[in-house]
């Protein structure tokens, strides 16, 4: 893949992951909010409240997942700088273009994509 393209992928992808992430971040405060602004489940009928448990802990998953796919991204903006973009962590060949096309940030080839890789 071209460098000059995958640093454009991977610099929009994380522009919309900053921007999602900050819908995140907002989403999570506010269910914060109406969970510990409450009493409790005192006085609220208990699906009510489960609800509101169930809102706070989906935001905390998304702002999570957002922080690992940004993570993932930011990654790959260094191996970039590094000059290995586009070489399997594993076995060092080359990626091929197709998988980085889908995914820019993979950091291994298709034989190795559920190998974990430690950065």
Same mark, same amino acid.
């Given at each position: 893949?071209?460098?000059?393209?995958?640093r454009?992928?991977?610099?929009?992808?994380?522009?919309?992951l900053?921007?999602r992430?900050?819908?995140? +971040? %907002?989403? *999570?405060?506010?269910?914060? /909010?109406?969970t510990?602004?409450?009493? $409790?489940?005192l !006085?609220?009928?208990?699906?009510?409240?489960g609800?509101?448990?169930?809102?706070s802990?989906e935001?905390?998953?998304?702002?999570?997942?957002i922080e +690992? %796919?940004? *993570?993932?991204?930011?990654? /790959?903006?260094?191996?970039?700088?590094? $000059?290995?973009? !586009?070489?399997?962590a594993?076995?060092?060949?080359?990626?091929?273009?197709?998988?980085?096309?889908?995914?820019?940030?993979a950091?291994?080839?298709? +034989?190795?994509?559920?190998?974990?890789v430690?950065?």
């Amino acid at each position: 893949m071209d460098l000059d393209r995958a640093r454009k992928m991977l610099t929009t992808e994380l522009a919309e992951l900053d921007e999602r992430a900050r819908f995140a +971040e %907002q989403s *999570r405060a506010e269910a914060s /909010a109406d969970t510990l602004g409450q009493e $409790g489940a005192l !006085g609220q009928h208990p699906a009510d409240y489960g609800t509101e448990v169930n809102t706070s802990m989906e935001a905390e998953l998304s702002v999570d997942t957002i922080e +690992e %796919q940004r *993570r993932r991204i930011i990654d /790959a903006v260094e191996r970039l700088d590094a $000059g290995t973009y !586009g070489r399997c962590a594993v076995c060092h060949r080359e990626i091929d273009d197709e998988r980085l096309e889908a995914r820019p940030e993979a950091a291994t080839c298709r +034989e190795h994509a559920d190998t974990p890789v430690v950065t």
